[in-house]
């Protein structure tokens, strides 16, 4: 594996978007709503399509994911309850990683169409918690029909059902929505780079913590589950690299829209990614 050539035209991406953000104000919300509504879901689609990996493969992947993020989510709780903290959003960026926007490209890159697919898994079930669990953090409400708002779930469903039946669609149906997804991910990269130049870092201390319990914590649960599990290959890989993942940029998002202490979740958003500029070169050469 080359790492140079999986980590650099990821950051050149994101860097064209940082960029735009520096030269030119934009409104983001349509191309964020193309990228949810639209390529996302196809990219899910196609991915799963193009792989002749069973469902029942799958499986695993989907209770490794669900062991990571829940004990993120348990130990950032008495974290917060030890630390008597008020600014309770910390826990939204100490949780969930940028598994879609960063972990796909890397997947592809380093481990191909097989590795995107253990990738689309991973952030797959980790989106449906987000969108569970983080909007409940977020919001102290149980709002979980937002969950079904989100039309990856959907799209995952059906490419898991078409997978289970093994069934091909028509390549004049497959092509289209290949071509649509592969819009996602140099889409989400930009947007990405974008939304970054407009984060001003906030209480210093807290986000570099939080920042490095994300990553961290994440990376020695995923290295723990593969201890014990005695996992191999990609699944191995894919399950380390996305459990590694700086913290999501949607935690912002839901930050921002429930009030959530906004400005130090960004800081959070900002700092592990900048962060992951050495710590996923350093993951790939470790898995290599």
């Known amino acids: 594996m080359n790492i140079l050539q999986v980590v650099l035209p990821v950051f050149l991406i994101i860097a064209v978007g940082a960029f735009l953000g520096k030269i030119k104000k934009l409104n983001l919300d349509p191309f964020i709503f193309i990228l949810v509504y ?8 196609s991915a799963l399509q193009k792989t002749d990996i069973r469902i029942t493969e799958f499986l695993p992947m989907i209770f490794y ?12 709780t008495l974290i917060i309850k030890l630390s008597k903290t008020k600014q309770k959003g910390i826990q939204l960026p100490m949780i969930f990683g940028n598994t879609g926007y960063l972990g796909y490209p890397i997947a592809l890159l380093a481990f191909g169409t097989v590795g995107l697919s253990y990738a689309v898994i991973y952030s797959s079930i980790e989106t449906i918690i987000m969108m569970s669990l983080g909007i409940y953090l977020a919001n102290k409400k149980n709002n979980f029909k937002e969950m079904f708002k989100v039309p990856l779930i959907y799209a995952v469903i059906i490419a898991l059902f078409l997978n289970t039946i093994n069934y091909k669609l ?7 929505i290949d071509m649509i997804g592969q819009i996602t991910i140099p889409l989400a990269l930009i947007i990405l780079g974008y939304r970054l130049t407009e984060i001003r870092l906030r209480s210093l201390n807290k986000a570099l913590l939080a920042a490095l319990f994300k990553m961290g914590i994440g990376l020695i649960i995923a290295i723990a589950l593969v201890a014990i599990f005695s996992l191999t290959g990609i699944p ?14 949607f935690t912002m998002i839901l930050a921002h829209k429930y009030k959530r202490d906004s400005d130090l979740v960004a800081s959070i958003v900002l700092l592990s990614t900048l962060f992951s500029l050495i710590t996923i070169p350093l993951i790939l050469w470790f898995l290599a």
Do not use: F, G, R
């Open 236 to 249: 191995k890989n894919i399950l380390i690299l996305q459990a590694a993942m700086p913290s999501a940029v």
């Open 170 to 176: 028509p390549i004049a149906l497959l092509t289209p």
């Open 65 to 76: 994911t669900l062991i990571i993020v829940l004990s993120l989510a348990l130990i950032s």
């Open 38 to 45: 639209i390529t996302a879901p196809s990219l899910i689609i």
